[in-house]
Nanobody, 121 residues
């Protein structure tokens, strides 16, 4: 199994910053794309940002210029630096990865348990 453990969420005032981390562990042969999604109360889960193993990143329009995704392949860890946070960014943030447990096993989708981010004064 592949486990994803997120950290770094919390309460922050509008205009503030937070940095989320997500570490993958377990039986891992290869990790491909990693990303962050979020789900606000009463809304569907949405993509925030993704990054390939080569470092190519993609962002939702709503966070471009404010959020930065990065990864450390040696640590199987992905980060999300969130600046200029707005109340609309309040949500549970989930880490996601496509990973392969063994050399000839299928590439599967894995999710973390989520971390709450609340932006409020």
């Amino acid at each position: 199994q592949v486990q994803l453990v997120e950290s770094g969420g919390g309460l922050v005032q509008p205009g503030g910053s937070l940095r989320l981390s997500c570490a993958a562990s377990g039986s891992i042969f290869n990790i491909y794309a990693m990303g962050w999604y979020r789900q606000a109360p009463g809304k569907q889960r949405e993509l925030v940002a993704t990054i390939t193993s080569g470092g190519s990143a993609d962002y939702a329009d709503s966070v471009k210029g404010r959020f930065t995704i990065s990864r450390d392949n040696a640590k199987n860890t992905v980060y999300l630096q969130m600046n200029s946070l707005e109340p609309e960014d309040t949500a549970v943030y989930y880490c996601n990865t496509n990973a392969q447990r063994y050399r000839f096993s299928p590439v599967l989708d894995y999710w973390g348990q989520g971390t709450q981010v609340t932006v409020s004064s």
